[in-house]
């Protein structure tokens, strides 16, 4: 197998990569920081997350999404977890939300208090919501190469998951490594399941650095699977309060821009974004979260 002439990366800075920040970021600093973002080139900006009040950090993600400056042609989109947060996704008027699930039962019981099974229930009338306001949906699986709690996850588990959602009619699926575990054996045994019921053309790849196999694996993806779509944050921010490193402290989170950007020179991959505008963007980040 080849690499693709070219990819998207989906940037993921402004949700998952603040959403576990103790510091809250103000509203006006995310709209600074998704402008500086729109400088990149990036054609698909996760912009927040319209949760529940617990998670403090995306509670303004409705007035970041109305105050941003939207360019044409950019996917602007929102996580959405259930009927109240499609509620808001319509009246903010997005065009594109992020559904999720887990392909683990103890970290959707400890996550979102309810079953896989559940989740999809919930998931139904949101999906119904989508298409009657036509709004594309995209959606994640978590936990895709392994489990804080219950450890290695089953390739089957997984490709039953996506393709309840594929089913559903999400218009692609990100595999997330929640917890950084995976490795290039587990990617190849991970999409060798997947890949017959769900094409790579409609997969995209989340992969967090926790153990440094991040480009390792999206590498095998790209080359051998027809994956197209690389999620990645600015600077390598963000990543899961579960993932611990070696010392016990918070480990490496999402993969970095700049090393997918990296990655994808070395091979002769194309993209749209601009490694110096992500320079400047990640100079912003740091300062940001340092204020």
């Known amino acids: 197998m080849a690499f693709p002439r070219s990819i998207q990366i989906v940037d993921v800075t402004a949700r998952d990569g603040l959403q576990n920040e103790d510091k809250i970021v103000a509203a006006a600093d995310k709209i600074s920081l998704i402008h500086h973002l ?17 998670l403090k950090q995306m509670a ?4 970041v999404f109305a105050g941003i400056d939207k360019k044409p042609g950019v996917r602007y989109s929102v996580l959405v977890p259930n009927m109240k947060g499609m509620g808001r996704a319509v009246s903010a008027g ?6 999720f699930l ?10 979102i208090n309810c079953s896989i099974a559940e989740s999809l229930e919930r998931l139904n009338p949101v999906m119904e919501a989508a298409k009657a306001n036509k709004i594309d949906v995209r959606g994640y699986v978590s936990c895709v190469m392994g489990c804080p709690f219950e450890g290695d996850i089953a390739p089957a588990k997984v490709a039953e998951v996506s393709d309840a959602l594929y089913q559903m009619g999400v218009y692609e699926i990100s595999l997330g490594d929640t917890i950084g575990v995976g490795t290039p054996d587990k990617t190849k045994a991970l999409l060798d399941t997947i890949t017959p019921k769900i094409p790579g053309s409609k997969l995209a790849m989340h992969c967090h650095d ?11 993806a790209l080359r051998d699977y027809g994956i197209r779509v690389v999620d990645s944050a600015i600077a390598g921010i963000g990543g899961c309060p579960y993932a611990k490193s070696a010392a016990g402290t918070r480990a490496p989170g999402n993969v970095a821009t700049e090393k997918v950007l990296q990655f994808a020179s070395r091979n002769g991959i194309q993209t749209d974004v601009n490694p110096v505008a992500v320079a400047k963007a990640a100079a912003h980040i740091q300062m940001m979260l340092k204020k």
């Not at 729109?38 to 617990?54: K, L, Q, T």
């Not at 997005?94 to 559904?99: L, Q």
């Not at 887990?102 to 996550?111: I, L, P, R, W």
């Not at 926790?210 to 095998?220: K, L, M, Q």
Request: with cysteine.
């Open 38 to 54: 729109n400088d990149c080139g990036f054609s698909h900006i996760e912009v927040g997350s319209f949760v529940g009040p617990a």
């Open 60 to 63: 303004d993600s409705d007035v």
């Open 102 to 111: 887990a392909a683990s039962e103890t970290f959707s019981q400890k996550n």
């Open 94 to 99: 997005v065009k594109t939300i992020a559904v």
């Open 210 to 220: 926790t153990y440094g196999h991040a480009i390792d694996n999206i590498e095998i």
